[in-house]
Structure formats: structure tokens, C-alpha cells
């Protein structure tokens, strides 16, 4: 029997809900598909941080090194600044693991209304930079309290940087569409978004990829009034992150976008999370929506070679979506372990 080893992060506030949902699901499947996955649950996250200091033991990232893929559910808490929990967990695991590519498929699922009126289907795939760019550690902030207190923040776009993730996205294009979108704020950043624009535009070409580079404001605008018209769309770290919650909003809700942070080469884990983050104002009630993170698993899944069983898991979410389980967010009536069972129940059968 073909054997997974899993780490399982469930994190903060509601991670540590909607994550036993995703491992049922995933358990299920592997049952139905002849697969076992061996779990390895690391209690790490804000409480971690507030007992020892740091959200992580010193040696994390050498034990997650040994696994065939990370599941995390959310980290973040309200006492804790949020760039101690992310700089603490999420970013060097990205990083360590050279997870280069964030990838958001968006797409509505049956039963789901989009907030945007007359939008009933959407099927795009968000491919956004996630080890450099905006996101960096150079810079500092000077005259600290001072009138004249100044903060500088580099940001880092290397030829190497761009152009595999690039890369990614327009072999991602050729396979679908062979339409390419390339957010660019290239009129006001002057020098690393031209830079951005010109490594994309060669990319492309080399793939026989048509890309549209549109400025980042005209398209959330154009998200909201026609975000049909975009198949798959690249980002910088920043501008990536902001249009993937934007457009998971489009799609219904945030609390059912996925995402996959991907090591293409496979040389290291990746890890799947949904996109939403530990959402304080709803933890401990038990209404999150777990559908982010059953089809973050469903994407882990499909990394991990079990096509047929990822399938599967996201065919029992529609199925259960569209005979009306639903949480809150989504105008339904379901709890969080009642919408799991929904889904479990249909793998089961
Ligand atoms: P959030 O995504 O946690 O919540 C935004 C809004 O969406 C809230 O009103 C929340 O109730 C709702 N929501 C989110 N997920 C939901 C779900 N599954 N079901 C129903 N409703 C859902 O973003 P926010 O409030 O900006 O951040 C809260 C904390 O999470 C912060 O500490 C932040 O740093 C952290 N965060 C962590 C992320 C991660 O671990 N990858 C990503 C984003 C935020
Ligand atoms: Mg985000």
C-alpha cells in the first residue's frame, strides 16, 4: 500500500477547526483509493510562541524536511503582531522549501452565489510569486519616535525569481487557455515592475502564450466587472496576495479558497493551506467553512500523485454543496463538523 507522510500544522484560532474535517476527508479518500497516510501533528502556532518564544521548534524545519508534503491550517492571534506569526512559521517555511509558486485556483462551486450579480460560474487560476518580491527583510526604520521617523522597505525581483514563476504560469496558460494576465503597477514602480513586465512578456512569448500586462488597479476593477474575462493571471508576492482574496471573494467566499505552495522541482515539501487566515472574530463557535481547507488537501493530493482520490474529495464538496450543506458564510445553516460529515459521508459511499 502506497503510504503518505503528512505534516499536519492546524495552527490558530480557526485552523485548529476546520483541519480535523480536512484529515477525515483525506482518510476517506485514502481508504476508497488504496493509500495511507502516515499523520505527523505539530502543535505549533501562537501557543507555541507564547511558551517558548517562538512559533516553532529551532529544529521545524528540518523535521517538516523529511515529510512528503505540509498541511497548515491558519496561523495568527490578536496578541501576537501579525508579522512575528508569519515571519515565524509561514515565511521560512516558503522559503526554506523554495515553495516558489503560490497557486489559487478560483472557481465557484454549485449552490455558491457570487456577491457579484449575475456571475454564476468562474474558473480561474491565481499564480502569484511567493519567495521574494515586496515580501523582504531589507530595509529598517530610522529616527524611531522622532518627528522625522522614516521606514524603508526594499523590495527584491531577481531575472531568476521572475521568470520560473513565470514559467509555471504559462505552461499553466498553454494547457488551458493560452491566455496569460500579468498584474503590473509598472507606471508608479518604476524600476522592478518594468523589470517584471519585460522577464513575463519573454516568458510567454517563449511559450506561445499571449499575455495581457494590466495595471494592478484597472484589474481589481476589472475582477469585480468582468472577471470572467481572466484564465490565469501572475503576481508579484503582493499584488498576487491581494487579488487572490479579492478574487476568492468574487467567487462566494473567502472561506473556500484554496491554495498550494509549491516547490515545482520537487526537491523539498510543499505545503497546502487555505487562503483565509485564523478569522478570530468566528473562532471557538464552530461555523468556519472547511471547504478552503478540504480542497487545500484535495490539491495536496494531487501533488502527491493520488489524482483520482483528489478528484473525488472535490466531487463529494460540490455534491454536498449542491443538495444544500452549507455554512453560514455561504447563506446556509451548517456547522463546521456538520458540513465535514456531509462531505465525509458522500466518500464513504
Ligand atoms: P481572515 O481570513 O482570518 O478573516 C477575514 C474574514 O473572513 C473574517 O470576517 C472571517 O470570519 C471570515 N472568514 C475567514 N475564513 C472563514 C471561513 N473558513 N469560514 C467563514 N468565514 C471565514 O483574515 P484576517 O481577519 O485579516 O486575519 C486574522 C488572522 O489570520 C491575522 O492574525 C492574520 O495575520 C492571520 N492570517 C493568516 C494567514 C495564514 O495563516 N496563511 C492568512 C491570512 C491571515
Ligand atoms: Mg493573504
Not at 142 to 152: H, I, K, M, Q
Not at 234 to 249: E, H, P, R
Not at 284 to 291: K, R, S, T
Request: proline share 5%; with cysteine.
Amino acid at each position: 500500500m502506497q503510504r503518505h507522510r503528512i505534516d499536519v500544522i492546524a495552527g490558530d484560532g480557526i485552523g485548529t477547526e476546520v483541519m480535523p474535517v480536512a484529515v477525515a476527508c483525506v482518510e476517506a479518500a485514502g481508504a476508497r483509493h488504496g493509500f495511507d497516510i502516515d499523520w505527523r501533528h505539530r502543535d505549533w502556532g501562537s501557543e507555541h510562541y507564547r511558551q517558548t518564544g517562538s512559533m516553532m521548534p529551532p529544529d521545524g524545519l528540518d523535521e517538516l524536511a523529511t515529510g512528503d508534503a505540509i498541511l497548515l491550517g491558519a496561523v495568527g492571534a490578536p496578541d501576537i503582531p501579525d508579522h512575528v506569526t508569519l515571519w515565524g512559521l509561514l515565511i521560512p517555511i516558503r522559503r526554506t522549501f523554495d515553495q516558489y509558486v503560490n497557486l489559487r485556483p478560483v472557481r465557484m462551486l454549485p449552490g455558491v452565489t457570487s456577491p457579484l450579480r449575475g456571475l454564476d460560474a468562474l474558473d480561474m487560476v491565481i499564480v502569484r510569486e511567493n519567495v521574494e518580491g515586496e515580501y523582504s527583510e531589507i530595509g529598517g526604520r530610522f529616527n524611531r519616535g522622532l518627528p522625522d521617523e522614516t521606514a524603508v522597505q526594499e523590495s527584491v525581483f531577481t531575472r531568476r525569481g521572475v521568470s520560473r514563476v513565470a514559467t509555471y504560469a504559462a505552461e499553466l496558460a498553454s494547457r488551458r487557455s493560452g491566455r496569460l494576465v500579468s498584474a503590473t503597477k509598472s507606471n508608479g514602480i518604476i524600476h522592478t515592475m518594468p523589470f517584471w513586465d519585460e522577464v513575463v512578456a519573454d516568458v510567454a512569448a517563449t511559450h506561445g502564450v499571449r499575455v495581457e500586462s494590466v495595471l494592478v488597479d484597472a484589474l481589481a476593477a476589472r475582477l469585480v466587472l468582468d472577471p470572467r474575462s481572466v484564465d490565469v493571471l501572475v503576481a508579484s508576492n503582493l499584488l498576487g496576495d491581494i487579488l487572490s482574496d479579492l478574487a476568492s471573494a468574487v467567487a462566494g467566499s473567502l472561506g473556500m479558497a484554496p491554495s498550494g505552495n509549491i516547490n515545482p522541482g520537487r526537491e523539498h515539501p510543499s505545503m497546502f493551506e487555505p487562503v483565509h487566515g485564523s478569522a478570530p472574530d468566528i473562532a471557538g463557535q464552530g461555523i468556519a467553512n472547511p471547504v478552503g481547507q478540504i480542497w487545500a488537501a484535495s490539491m495536496m493530493l494531487e501533488h502527491l500523485g493520488e489524482q483520482a482520490a483528489a478528484d473525488d474529495v472535490m466531487a463529494a464538496v460540490a455534491s454536498a454543496l449542491a443538495e444544500g450543506a452549507r455554512t453560514r458564510d455561504v447563506g446556509g445553516t451548517c456547522g463546521t463538523a456538520e458540513m465535514g460529515d456531509a462531505v465525509v459521508a458522500r466518500l464513504r459511499s
